[in-house]
């Protein structure tokens, strides 16, 4: 059985966007909380990872809303400066170098954007 919860909608995103969302989920079974990387590549796909760098687990944003590198090309951690691909999350420069982001897959329903609480990796979110 599907636990689908909404994140966001499709028109909260412009192009080449990244939205950090700050998500809690609670039910009978489990109480977790996660931060999500949401973007747009600029072509229109959206991919979604949680926002946690391999190297020492913190948030990449420096500031809501705030994912990308000076050029708008990567995506960069706020700690070490490591870079990562925004279409795999695949580290090309940093401390992580050759690791990648944890991705979060997405249900995308008319404008809606959801995502399955019960695909996540539940050893890398917190629990309350």
């Not at 909608?9 to 079974?29: F, K, M, N």
């Not at 090309?92 to 959801?114: E, F, H």
Request: glycine share 8%.
């Amino acid at each position: 059985m599907s636990r689908l919860i909404k994140i966001s909608e499709r028109s909260a995103l412009s192009t080449t966007a990244c939205l950090t969302l700050d998500i809690g989920y609670r039910d009978s079974v489990m109480d977790v909380h996660f931060d999500i990387l949401l973007l747009n590549d600029g072509s229109g796909k959206l991919v979604a990872y949680l926002n946690q760098c391999p190297h020492t687990g913190v948030n990449l944003n420096w500031q809501p809303n705030q994912c990308f590198d000076q050029e708008q090309r990567y995506l960069a951690c706020s700690l070490h400066g490591a870079l990562f691909q925004p279409e795999d999350g695949f580290c090309v420069y940093g401390p992580c170098r050759g690791q990648s982001l944890v991705s979060v897959a997405l249900v995308l329903d008319g404008d809606s954007i959801l995502i399955d609480v019960d695909a996540l990796p539940m050893d890398k979110l917190s629990s309350k």
